[in-house]
């Protein structure tokens, strides 16, 4: 059931992330749902790859960027969901660093309040 609530929440972020930056689209509730399940299967993926097998490498990277190595990791997660969907668009890397902050704020806010 939390990893419902979780989905949720994450799709109403990203939904609530497309409406306030310009330049990422979304067509409507099933392209926040579609582009909700296309960023968490993706972050899956990619958390596996470079925190799990890779991980001894990407702590320190993590720490001698200060965090940036992540905001990287998800901006291109983002463009990696933007080119397999026609649902979700991000029109360049701007709106997709903005994207990212801005979801992972709202995420972790409505988080934080229902869970």
Known sequence: MGFIW???IYAVAVFAAAYLIPGVKLSGIKGAVIAA???LVTRWVVDF???GIFGIVSIPLSILTLGLFSL???VFII???????????????TPAILFSIVLTVINAILKWVFI
């Open 72 to 74: 990287v990791v998800n």
């Open 79 to 93: 463009k990696i969901v933007d080119a397999f969907s026609d649902d979700f668009e991000v029109q360049g890397i």
């Open 37 to 39: 399940i296309g960023l």
């Open 49 to 51: 790859f470079v925190y």
């Open 6 to 8: 979780s989905f949720l």
